[in-house]
DNA sequence: CAGAGTTGCAACACTGATGTTGCAAGTGCT
DNA sequence: AGCACTTGCAACATCAGTGTTGCAACTCTG
């Protein structure tokens, strides 16, 4: 084999190889879900056997992927610190915040894993979603006529939405979404 | 084997085969895209070897589904008039017309086939579906400040999710779908 | 009742993906 | 240079899913 090609051993490197994994993996799975690990691999520069080195088996490496993207995905709520702050500017700053995750993990953050700490934060970060829509309906910024689940629903198809957009940044992405999800897209005079 | 299990021959009865087996594999693939043919057949309550029977492989099975969906889903958008209605009607119309076969056929309807002809159905009902945006933005229906080409997506995305609902009838679904597509969920007086 | 048509079942071959192992080779640290 | 570590590669075993076939059994029609 080439010497450009060959291992550059000790730890900062092997890091490196799983985070290129990881990277590979979600870039992958993202477009073709049942993709193999071969094509995993290709993708990452590296052998397949590397790739089982590193992940034990393929639900060990879907699983990394899971636990990297919820990491990720609880730390970028927190930082948006949506219980000390006004509805409308908490949920822009989740949003764009969340969105920074999501464009690059969407896989990895929308499976139902079976991580029980995964899980966890799921459900937990879904509570203070559902929170800061009760909270966005009793401050008027939600019209009160609304059920606040559908709400939820929809903003999160757009999350999902917007997270598939390519060239646009994350806050412009967010202000959009936002505005869409509170003021729809119709002008108000009804009938056209 | 028993008697009621077995076989009661000739063409309806195969013809209604062919629907059980199309109908249980959208249910199973719906809840999981790489469900074997296995559990396609034990859905449908028939042997594997008869879904092999049936369809010659499982991209046929898959291709039917397709095929069959997409019948549906082109006689839906046309029963809809969208073309010869106010836009605001269109909209309604074809909403909860593709909705009706979307919540039964969502797994076959948002695949990107490879039978050409299902893909010409496809883009045909796209154009249909833009120029009808488009239209609603010329009457005033549409904001002038939305990009046609987004309001089309949050549409996709609310369809996608509405079909999602259980329980609910697609015209109340449309009713709230495009109600919350034109308005939004949030009052008019900003800020909370 | 006879024949046509369809089914379930068991058995088989084939394929692609998964996971493992041994080995040679390259890199960086000491 | 020697050591620790990692990688690529080839080879292998295993397994699950796919697709095929032969056969017995059943039902309906005529």
Tied chains: 1, 2.
């Excluded at 006004?86 to 894993?113: C, E, N």
């Excluded at 509170?182 to 056209?192: F, S």
Aim: proline share 3%; with cysteine.
């Amino acid at each position: 084999m080439e010497a450009s090609q060959q291992g550059r051993a000790l730890r900062s490197d092997a890091e490196r190889t799983v985070r290129t994994i990881l990277e590979a993996a979600e870039r992958v799975l993202s477009k073709n879900p049942s993709a193999s690990m071969e094509q995993i691999a290709e993708a990452a520069g590296v052998a397949r056997t590397t790739v089982h080195r590193r992940f034990a088996s393929r639900d060990a490496l879907v699983s990394a992927m899971e636990g990297w993207a919820t990491r990720q995905f609880a730390a970028a709520v927190d930082s948006a610190n949506p219980e000390t702050t006004p509805p409308l500017v908490a949920l822009y700053q989740v949003t764009a915040s969340v969105l920074r995750v999501k464009i690059d993990w969407g896989f990895a953050m929308s499976r139902a894993s079976s991580d029980p700490e995964v899980a966890r934060v799921h459900s937990e970060v879904e509570d203070r979603c559902e929170r800061l829509f009760l909270k966005a309906q009793a401050t008027g910024l939600l019209r009160a006529d609304v059920d606040p689940a559908w709400a939820r629903r929809v903003y999160y198809a757009l999350i999902h939405e917007a997270a598939q957009s390519q060239g646009d940044d994350a806050d412009t992405l967010a202000t959009l979404l936002v505005d869409t999800l509170l003021r729809g897209v119709g002008t108000d005079r009804g009938l056209g």
